[in-house]
């Protein structure tokens, strides 16, 4: 960032953990849920929440990270590294040389949990208010093991943290814990994070100690979830499923909400977007900058990958279709395959068992069953015969097929590439295309039919006479 900006929001997100219990060579963070690593939606939240700068605290699998962060968000997201992993007290220290000097309030996630909602996160800055130095998000759940509790004085006011490992049997029963979300006053977390000890079972520096901190000089203020399964932090690749589960739950009623179809088996990535009645079907997997126009339909089973699905379309059911785009009213499948590249115009036609790959199917044009279409250029209109096969490719090099507008390519004819063939040309079933074909002809090219009258019978006999000989010689 430029020295000139001045933040008064910076976010803070723990992400320096190994995540030992995900049993994995990944930094815990960079597992995915619905297509995006889990720091991302923390970082994400935090940006929502009104965060001027996110410092993100790396330290295991850094150089992944610092790679997937710069991608992911450029000069919007800074790190600060955390060179040996001693606690959330020491990460939070690691990151207070990169704050801005104007920053006067620090929020602090950790990158595990993903479900996290910005308006708890302007809840909880609305609770801090004008006078206090700490407010943090509580939660009330039914099992509250392995977090750390919230210990409420006579009054109900919030007097420190107890790790799990260092509670006693009495204060293990508190249900009340720790979200690891924060709000902060930069001054007053300088000084608290300055001071920590590593006096706990696990000889770390807490984070959570902060809180005895400020409850001794005031007030901590609180704000206690509702949502509190939503955040839960995830630490082994079963909770990581399923946070998945419920941000696909959470996916797919906010394109409902806005007016879509989404069946309950249908999996959305969160990077896809679903217009108004559109419809999808059960088992169907949308991934990556996946677009659903208005009304276009895609039904059980298809898997698309960065595709972009005009109105009105329909996509029948386990298609695959990966970096292609499909026009108005096309139709797909079913048992289509549409490989990169792929471009199907309004109203055309791909039906079962047809592969394309960098391939223009222009508009009105036709495939409907069994065909290898690549690298080629099928004119408005034009249609594709069963078991058509673009050879496109000598072993060594990529070539071009060009099919004129409203063409027709009979059945099972092979289309040897580099070619072009004619507006309104015809190539007569069977034919191999090895020359170019002028607009208007015909292609004919293949052996001349001669029929034997009276010679299938004759033939049968002597077929037969030779099976029984053999059988007799005990052959
Ligand atoms: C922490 C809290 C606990 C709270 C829980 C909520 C502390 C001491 N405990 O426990 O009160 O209920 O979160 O999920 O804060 N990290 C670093 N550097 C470190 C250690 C951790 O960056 O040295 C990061 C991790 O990558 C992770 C986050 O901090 O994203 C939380 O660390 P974790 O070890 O998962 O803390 P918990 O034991 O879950
Ligand atoms: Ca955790």
New binding site residues.
């Given amino acids: 960032m430029t020295s000139d900006a001045k933040p008064s929001l910076t976010a803070i997100?723990?992400?320096?953990?190994?995540?030992t219990r995900m049993k994995s060579a990944r930094?815990?963070?960079l597992h995915e849920l619905c297509g995006r690593p889990m720091?991302d939606y923390a970082i994400d939240a935090a940006l929502a929440a009104g965060s001027d700068d996110v410092v993100v605290?790396?330290?295991?699998g850094r150089d992944e990270m610092i790679a997937h962060l710069g991608k992911a968000y450029g000069a919007r997201v800074r790190t600060a590294v955390?060179e040996?992993?001693?606690?959330?007290?020491?990460?939070v220290r690691?990151a207070l040389p990169a704050l801005a000097p104007s920053t006067e309030l620090v929020l602090i996630l950790?990158?595990?949990?993903p479900l996290v909602d910005p308006a708890e996160l302007v809840r909880l800055k609305t609770a801090l208010g004008a006078e206090n130095a700490l407010a943090m998000l509580t939660a009330l759940v039914d099992d509250p093991t392995?977090?750390?509790?919230i210990l409420r004085d006579g009054e109900g006011r919030i007097t420190c943290?107890r790790?799990?490992r260092d509670a006693s049997a009495e204060e293990k029963n508190v249900r009340e814990?720790?979200?690891?979300i924060y709000i902060a006053r930069a001054a007053f977390l300088r000084e608290a994070v300055q001071g920590l000890q590593p006096n706990?079972a696990?000889g770390?520096?807490?984070?959570?100690?902060i809180v005895a901190t400020a409850s001794k000089a005031g007030v901590v203020a609180s704000w206690t979830t509702q949502a509190a399964g939503a955040?839960?932090?995830v630490?082994d690749r079963s909770q990581l499923a399923a946070a998945e589960d419920a941000m696909y739950t959470r996916i797919a009623d906010r394109f409902r909400r806005e007016g879509a179809t989404i069946r309950a088996t249908a999996r959305i990535d969160a990077s896809v977007v679903v217009e108004p009645d559109a419809v999808i079907e059960h088992y169907v997997v949308l991934r990556g900058n996946t677009k659903i126009g208005r009304g276009a339909r895609v039904d059980v089973g298809s898997v698309l990958t960065d595709v972009e699905v005009a109105p009105e379309a329909v996509v029948k059911p386990y298609s695959v279709c990966t970096s292609s785009t499909i026009g108005e009213k096309a139709q797909i499948g079913p048992f289509s395959h549409l490989r990169p590249e792929s471009q199907i115009e309004a109203d055309a036609h791909i039906g079962n068992f047809v592969e394309t790959k960098k391939t223009v199917i222009r508009r009105g044009a036709k495939a409907n069953h069994l065909a290898y279409l690549g690298d080629g250029d099928v004119g408005e209109g034009a249609n594709i015969g069963a078991g058509t096969i673009f050879c496109n490719y000598d072993g060594f090099k990529k070539h071009k097929t060009e099919i004129g507008p409203g063409a027709f390519i009979g059945s099972d004819s092979q289309i040897v590439a580099p070619v072009r063939i004619g507006a309104g040309a015809y190539v007569a079933t069977g034919t191999t295309v090895t020359r170019d074909v002028p607009d208007d002809a015909l292609a004919i090219g293949r052996a001349k039919q001669e029929n034997k009258e009276g010679y299938a019978s004759r033939l049968k006999s002597r077929l037969k006479a030779g099976a029984a000989k053999k059988n007799e010689s005990g052959g």
Wanted: net charge negative; glycine share 20%.
């Fill in positions: 997100i723990l992400a320096a953990g190994q995540g930094p815990k963070v720091v605290v790396v330290g295991h955390q040996n992993q001693r606690g959330t007290g020491d990460a690691s950790c990158g595990d949990t392995g977090y750390g509790r943290i790790e799990h814990v720790n979200t690891g706990n696990q770390e520096l807490y984070l959570t100690d955040l839960v932090g630490n």
